[in-house]
């Protein structure tokens, strides 16, 4: 298996953290842990509280409402703010679809975290605007 | 007489490799079942890495020889996080061994009552034996060792997380030495030191070089946050150094920076930080230069059997029962297990890197083999009077529960024969399963690190949280909770 990249050098080829210096990146990098999903693995539960945000390192993620597929996340895309942000219980269950890895920020951590480095908060607003487009576009 | 080198190279269900505490724990719980294993250790004795660090020679965890409880009962295990886990004699060794200097167990002491535990659990190991490769080979693996080769249908790595490592962002790392090379305190009189990282074994070095060296700086990415103390890895008795530098001492500097470069400058070696929690760089001329950056586990050719790995690539990605979650049939236990991250609610990691949370990682680990072995486990019949109180004993005191805490659990489960007690079980493998209707009880601990139980309860395939409230001296056995569960349990035990 070949040796894999140090994972502040895979956090800087992701989107969100673009604008980011890497002495940044590497307080992020040291600051939230890494986790690691197997296929099929269960990343956020229906109904369960204590939820984090996870930003996608490597793999997909797959989001499923009452056992049905709904959407799909890749590397670099995030989950889970939802419920961070608007302090809810998660609605659906997001599971790994291949091994998944992904960089997982605390439910409570998010708010400091996204203060703290405003350019994140900027591309994840930038992510939203696209998703919601894509929701709009697909009603009209 | 024992024999000095058992189990020889051959055909077992279970190959257990190390000899620290780790699989020192795992082959006593195989024992227990029945399971047929070899254990083999590179080492001459047991102790692991006990047998060397922590450098300074204290632990950090602690053991309270005189309990209210009695030494070697299951209720005991809660005030003592340094013993394995044993029957009678083998049980509560720790405490046997310490001279009370300190509030917690020095290296020494702790290596003695691991030596301890493996005579009196009759925990026998082939040593000098090292594991060398891996293979598959038809469901299971074949182990290759310096005495040769051993055929498994379960590996089970208890290798320590042990081998240095440091991060590859590091340009110049070759001119510092790692933790593990750190000389005695006295070799350090007068110097300029620079230790790079702030987690435990950095500050561990700096607390010890406090009496002797002339200035000391400490310096990762990382900025040490206490402010949630429990949910910290960082534990406060080595602190002192930080302590010193938030009061404005001088000569003693936490920083706060990205290692830009380590380089030679005028006959010392100068180390280069851009600030990560302020603007700018700083540069830092020192005599010695310390990486306490961790350690990795010494894999060796694990990936190349496809073993997945976490955590910046330093542990192997495991699941609730331990085992790799890319390669079935290879286990891991001791310090490792931390690679099952469990659900990390409000993102509480378990205590799997010590031994008070790993001990009991080994047990689920060999019950789990056990079933996969064809093993049934005892699961008594309970009464449904005895459903809550049993609960609310193991919400008050129940080791497994308050040391892994949201990571183990007590289920109860409940099938048309009635109530059974399903023992401690890990929490995510409760909640993603499935199955039939049953509870957990488990501790856990908020984003404010208040500590309250918390009941699982899954009906018709669903889960349901229920949140209990705290109390001041968690006594969660109390008249109040016992009505809380009686309401909370109501549901599951009428239909």
């Not at chain 1, 604008?19 to 590497?26: G, K, P, R, T, V």
């Not at chain 2, 590859?168 to 593990?180: C, F, Q, R, S």
């Not at chain 2, 350090?188 to 702030?198: A, C, D």
């Amino acid at each position: 298996m070949p040796e894999r990249p140090d994972i502040v050098e895979s956090l800087s080829r992701l989107a969100l953290f673009a604008d980011l210096s890497h002495a940044q990146i590497e307080s992020i990098a040291h600051r939230f842990d890494e986790a690691v999903f197997a296929e099929g693995e269960r990343v956020l539960r229906t109904g369960l509280s204590g939820g984090a945000m996870y930003v996608i390192i490597e793999g997909e993620a797959v989001v499923r409402i009452e056992g049905t597929e709904r959407a799909w996340f890749g590397a670099g895309e995030f989950f889970g703010e939802i419920g961070v942000l608007l302090d809810e219980l998660p609605n659906a269950d997001v599971e790994a679809k291949t091994l998944l890895r992904c960089l997982e920020i605390p439910g409570a951590q998010v708010e400091p975290f996204l203060v703290e480095f405003p350019r994140i908060m900027f591309r994840m607003l930038q992510a939203e605007a696209r998703r919601l487009r894509i929701t709009t576009e697909w009603k009209t | 007489m024992e024999d000095l080198s058992p189990f020889p190279p051959g055909d077992y269900d279970v190959v257990v490799v190390g000899s620290g505490p780790g699989g020192l724990q795992t082959s006593q719980a195989l024992a227990r079942w029945g399971i047929r294993h070899a254990v083999i250790s590179k080492d001459d004795a047991p102790g692991g890495m006990f047998r060397r660090f922590p450098i300074y020679e204290r632990l950090i965890s602690w053991t309270k020889p005189d309990a209210p409880v009695e030494r070697g009962t299951r209720e005991y295990e809660w005030y003592d996080h340094n013993s394995l886990l044993g029957d009678g004699e083998a049980a509560a060794l720790v405490p046997e061994f310490m001279d009370r200097s300190y509030d917690v167990p020095s290296r020494p002491e702790m290596e003695a009552a691991l030596v301890a535990f493996a005579e009196r659990a009759g925990v026998r190991v082939r040593y000098r034996c090292e594991w060398t490769g891996t293979r598959r080979a038809g469901d299971g693996f074949v182990l290759e060792t310096s005495d040769g080769e051993f055929r498994c249908r379960f590996a089970v790595f208890a290798i320590g997380v042990t081998e240095r490592w440091v991060p590859p962002t590091i340009p110049g790392a070759e001119l510092a030495k790692h933790y593990v090379d750190t000389r005695p305190a006295g070799a350090y009189q007068g110097k300029r030191v620079v230790i790079i990282g702030k987690r435990n074994s950095g500050f561990e070095i700096a607390n010890a070089l406090l009496p002797w060296a002339q200035e000391l700086v400490i310096v990762s990415p990382r900025p040490v946050k206490i402010d949630v103390l429990p949910q910290s890895p960082l534990r406060l008795r080595y602190l002192q150094p930080y302590e010193e530098y938030v009061r404005g001492g001088a000569g003693n500097y936490v920083v706060d920076g990205a290692i830009a470069a380590i380089e030679r400058s005028n006959g010392a070696v100068r180390v280069v930080a851009d600030g990560t929690t302020w603007p700018g760089r700083l540069e830092f001329d020192a005599d010695d230069v310390i990486l306490a950056t961790g350690f990795t586990a010494p894999l060796q050719d694990l990936r190349d059997v496809g073993v997945a790995t976490t955590l910046n690539d330093r542990v192997p990605a495991l699941s609730p029962h331990f085992e790799s979650l890319s390669t079935p049939g290879i286990f891991f236990a001791g310090n490792i297990s931390m690679g099952s991250k469990g659900p990390r609610k409000h993102g509480v990691a378990p205590n799997s890197t010590s031994v008070n949370g790993f001990r009991y990682n080994a047990q689920v680990l060999a019950g789990h083999i056990a079933e996969r072995l064809g093993l049934e486990r005892e699961r008594p019949r309970l009464e449904r009077d005895q459903l809550v109180p049993l609960l609310l004993h193991e919400l008050s005191c129940a080791p497994e529960i308050w040391i892994q805490k949201n990571f183990l659990a007590r289920v109860v489960t409940r099938s048309d024969d009635g109530l059974r007690d399903g023992g401690i079980v890990p929490l995510e493998h409760f909640l993603d399963a499935g199955g039939e209707d049953a509870v957990a009880a488990t501790i856990e601990m908020d984003p404010h690190a208040v500590i309250y139980p918390a009941v699982y309860v899954r009906r018709g395939g669903r889960i349901e949280e229920h949140e209990l409230p705290p109390h001041p001296v968690h006594a969660f056995g109390g008249a109040g909770y016992q009505r809380e569960l009686d309401l909370r349990l109501k549901a599951f035990l009428r239909s």
